[in-house]
């Protein structure tokens, strides 16, 4: 089994900073793409970002140039830099690794439980 556990959200003013954590522990072969996503109240989750296990990097428009992915393949960790933060960045936010348990399964996705960000004065 692998677990993914986020950390990082908080309460933030317009313009203020946060780096989102997710950490991948369990039975860990292999992890490729590492991404982040977002559910905003009543609405569907959406794609913030993605890195390949080659360090590829890709954004939704609406964060590029503000939020920066990372991760550390030897913790198994993905980071969301998020700079210039602003209202309609309030959200839940997930991330999703796929992984690989072992050489002879199948890579799978495997999600974490969020964390809420809120963007507010």
């Known amino acids: 089994q692998v677990q993914l556990v986020e950390s990082g959200g908080g309460l933030v003013q317009p313009g203020g900073s946060l780096r989102l954590t997710c950490a991948a522990s369990g039975s860990i072969f292999r992890i490729y793409t590492m991404s982040w996503y977002r559910q905003a109240p009543g609405k569907q989750r959406d794609f913030v970002a993605l890195?390949?296990?080659?360090?590829?990097?890709n954004y939704a428009d609406s964060v590029k140039g503000r939020f920066t992915i990372s991760r550390d393949n030897v913790k198994n960790t993905v980071y969301l830099q998020m700079d210039s933060l602003k209202p309609e960045d309030t959200a839940v936010y997930y991330c999703?690794?796929?992984?690989?348990?072992?050489?002879?399964?199948?890579?799978?996705?495997?999600w974490g439980q969020g964390t809420q960000v809120t963007v507010s004065s």
């Open positions: 890195i390949t296990s080659g360090d590829v990097t």
């Open positions: 999703k690794s796929i992984v690989l348990t072992d050489s002879r399964s199948t890579p799978r996705d495997y």
